[in-house]
């Protein structure tokens, strides 16, 4: 739970302090002030993924930022830190007072859920906004993720690289086959990890149809792909040599 929050030089926030409800808290304000980044600022202590790089974190005209949090689990109050030097782009978080590493905290910290205004778009915008959103989650739930995700990226650029080779007739098609191994391994990873998340929501969201007092008599989660979860491998292998050409 969340008990309190400090925000020094965070976008739009030059200081300001909040002490949270034991059960909810509801913060009012005209529109274009800084509710949203209230939101962005317990992301951001927390380390939670966002769209944001963090240097256009800081308030325009200031060289650092600095947010600290206390927040409750087993009964037990901890506090942490974060700041962040704009000029030596050095972060720094402190848990109880001891540095702390991002992946030793996304362990110990609370998950958050959190609901943008512009997170709307999914709905209506392309599939890829769709993967974001779930790769945003998934990148603070497991801490090994986003690294994962940058290796997923760089591979898939490399192999980009190797086509237009191919198409230029520089490379033989042949050349292909290790990329393609290792965009294999690595989409494959990332797809184990997607089907846990649709597990979870597939389960969880059947809790909902009590918010309708049982009168939507069935709702799920779906997850539409062409990647069979129980031969992940082979449907991605099949997908790029059949449409090597084009």
């Known amino acids: 739970m969340l008990n309190y929050i400090k925000i020094k030089n965070f976008k739009s926030i030059s200081d300001l302090e909040i002490f949270f409800d034991n059960k909810v808290t509801n913060i009012f304000w005209e529109n274009w002030i800084w509710k949203t980044n209230v939101l962005l600022s317990i992301l951001s202590v927390f380390n939670s993924h966002t769209s944001f790089k963090t240097k256009d974190l800081v308030q325009n005209w200031q060289k650092f930022l600095y947010l600290e949090s206390v927040f409750q689990s087993s009964q037990i109050e901890h506090k942490i830190s974060f700041s962040y030097d704009l000029e030596k782009d050095k972060k720094l978080f402190l848990l109880n007072w001891k540095t702390i590493t991002r992946p030793k905290l996304i ?31 998934l990148q603070n739930v497991y801490s090994n993720y986003q690294k994962l995700l940058k290796s997923y990226e ?72 062409k990647v069979d979860k129980n031969n992940i491998w082979e449907n991605i292998r099949e997908y790029l040599t059949k449409n090597l050409d084009r």
């Open 107 to 137: 362990q110990i910290t609370p998950k958050i859920t959190s609901f943008f205004p512009i997170t709307m778009n999914l709905f209506y915008l392309s599939p890829k906004y769709r993967r974001d959103f779930l790769d945003e989650i």
């Open 154 to 225: 760089n591979i898939l650029k490399n192999r980009n690289k190797m086509l237009k080779s191919i198409l230029e007739e520089k490379s033989k098609k042949e050349d292909i086959l290790f990329r393609d191994n290792e965009f294999i391994k690595l989409a494959s990873l990332i797809y184990e990890y997607r089907f846990k998340i649709v597990e979870f929501y597939q389960i969880e969201i059947k809790k909902y149809q009590e918010i309708f007092n049982f009168k939507i008599k069935e709702i799920d989660f779906v997850y539409n792909t």
